[in-house]
């Protein structure tokens, strides 16, 4: 039902057309979190892009004390140049949770990194980074999109039975498709094609700091110790949050339970 090799790819896709964008327009601007104004950006004509490090591969080619594996794993590919979205960014943007991780992309880099606190200040960001002005339109419609984004998210945490995996890969690579009309195209036909049910899920959620580099070890664990049991309507959601996590890493500093490393893509 949802091709999994297809969202997992879609990072590596990103790379393509994150290059592309930064040649010919120059409009790509990285993000860390969920919580940020995406309407705004793409009412600039941005292209806004997960920009944290997954994997552990990099870290052969340089070292960091003390920072998590996500961290260790940005700053080294932002470092090396060695990652085409970081790269390919004229700004990033970083939800105003982990100021670690604001602070050591800030010292690795001249580009420009913005804690978010408000619209006024990131408005005036992009105005002087990017020159463009905003567009109304633009901004409408990508509202509509991403409220029906996040309604068809909802709809499938709560009425589906999807495994783990594939609501955490909806949720969390398809961000990656960085064209919105194509990502909502996406949802249109995984509406279709998931047979919804009316009775609603009791959901067991596990909560990770930055899970995107650590989802599958997670889930993983988290199978072994779970009572799913699709004819009770029992699922597992795994979710990005801060505050007494699941699951984490070390030298993160928020509170977690149980330790997680990143491995090799």
Do not use: H
Not at 55 to 68: H, L, P, Q, T, W
Not at 118 to 125: C, T, V
Not at 214 to 221: A, H, M, P, Q, V
Request: one cysteine or more; aromatic letters at 14%; glycine letters at 4%.
């Amino acid at each position: 039902m949802i091709d999994i090799s297809f969202l997992e790819n879609l990072r590596r896709e990103a790379y393509v057309e994150a290059a592309e964008n930064y040649l010919s327009s120059a409009n790509v601007i990285g993000i860390f979190g969920e919580d940020l104004p995406l309407d705004i950006l793409y009412a600039y004509g941005l292209l806004p892009v997960p920009c944290e490090g997954t994997d552990s591969a990099i870290f052969k080619f340089g070292d960091m004390e003390n920072v998590c594996d996500v961290i260790k794993s940005s700053v080294i590919y932002l470092k090396t140049d060695k990652c085409p979205i970081l790269f390919s960014c004229n700004m990033y943007l970083i939800e105003n949770t982990c100021t670690d991780f604001f602070n050591k992309l800030k010292e690795n880099t001249d580009k420009k990194v913005l804690l978010y606190k408000n619209k006024s200040e990131l408005e005036k960001a992009i105005q002087e980074v990017y020159g463009k002005k905003f567009d109304n339109l633009k901004y409408l419609k990508a509202k509509e999109i991403l409220d029906y984004i996040e309604t068809v998210l909802k709809k499938i945490d709560e009425y589906s039975d999807l495994s783990a995996e594939e609501a955490f890969l909806l949720r969390y690579y398809t961000p990656y498709i960085l064209d919105l009309e194509r990502r909502k195209k996406y949802f249109d036909d995984i509406c279709s094609s998931i047979k919804f049910k009316s009775k609603k899920n009791i959901i067991q959620k596990i909560i990770a700091l930055c899970p995107r580099g650590s989802y599958k070890t997670i889930l993983k664990e988290v199978k072994k110790e779970a009572y799913i049991n699709p004819k009770e309507n029992r699922v597992i959601r795994l979710c990005r949050g801060w505050n007494n996590a699941d699951y984490g890493y070390k030298y993160c500093p928020y509170k977690y339970n149980m330790n997680v490393m990143y491995q090799e893509d």
